[in-house]
């Protein structure tokens, strides 16, 4: 596609439901990444996909948040049992080869537990 | 570790005003800054980057100079316009099992009028 596209734009859950957050990367982009953007953090690294592996979980805050990527495309970060701490914008961005490429941001999906 | 520490906002300027929005980062090695802004309602998008010392990164009349003896990336403008009312971000990368993870600043909100 043309850019990073993520899916919901926006999702209200309630305390202790799971969520699913979709990131379609750029086409032909073989690294992906998630950050957080919240009020009292600010921007945070997730997760970093090179192709279908992901060698770098370091930034995911607690094992509720997990994340996949499929057929080195589509990937799917998934938080369970949702808590209020969580509520923030979940970015998604794709480089066309780790290193010192560009990343290109998706434009977020707004996440809010209530 | 490393982590990169901006200006905090917010910032009010008149239209054509000279604007510097203050960056500087600690990290180990050699990383490659950049600035990223984030306008009304849109996604991060990358405003300019510089990948080694004194190397000098420019875009849309913005500029910023990687200058190691002083750990900073202060980005500038001669003249700013409305239409440069955004989040401006600060980053770095952070080179670890291949991936560019970016660390970011708090980001500054910068408001011109008119």
């Known amino acids: 596609g043309a850019g990073v596209s993520q899916s919901p734009s926006n999702k209200v859950t309630e305390k202790g439901k799971d969520v699913e957050l979709r990131c379609d990367p750029i086409s032909g982009h073989t690294a992906l990444y998630w950050y957080r953007q919240s009020l009292g953090q600010g921007l945070e690294f997730l997760i970093y996909?090179?192709?279908?592996?992901?060698?770098?979980k370091s930034g995911l805050p607690s094992d509720r948040f997990s994340a996949e990527r499929t057929g080195g495309s589509v990937s799917t970060l998934t938080i369970q049992r949702t808590q209020q701490e969580d509520s923030a914008v979940y970015l998604c961005?794709?480089?066309?080869?780790?290193?010192?490429?560009?990343?290109?941001f998706g434009p977020g999906t707004r996440l809010l537990v209530l | 570790g490393n982590s990169v520490t901006q200006m905090e906002g917010p910032v009010t300027l008149s239209e054509e005003a000279f604007l510097t929005i203050n960056c500087t980062y600690t990290?180990?090695?050699?990383?490659?800054l950049f600035w990223y802004v984030q306008y009304p309602g849109e996604g991060l998008q990358l405003l300019l980057k510089a990948t080694k010392a004194d190397d000098k990164g420019s875009n849309k009349g913005f500029e910023a100079t990687y200058r190691k003896e002083t750990t900073s990336f202060h980005l500038e403008k001669g003249s700013v316009q409305v239409s440069d009312s955004a989040v401006y971000f600060c980053?770095?990368?952070?080179?670890?099992?291949?991936?560019?993870?970016?660390?970011f600043g708090q980001g500054t909100r910068l408001t011109i009028n008119p």
């Open positions: 996909f090179q192709g279908n592996s992901a060698p770098d």
């Open positions: 961005a794709s480089s066309s080869l780790a290193g010192t490429e560009t990343q290109y």
């Open positions: 980053a770095l990368s952070d080179h670890k099992a291949g991936a560019q993870k970016l660390v």
């Open positions: 990290a180990t090695g050699y990383p490659s």
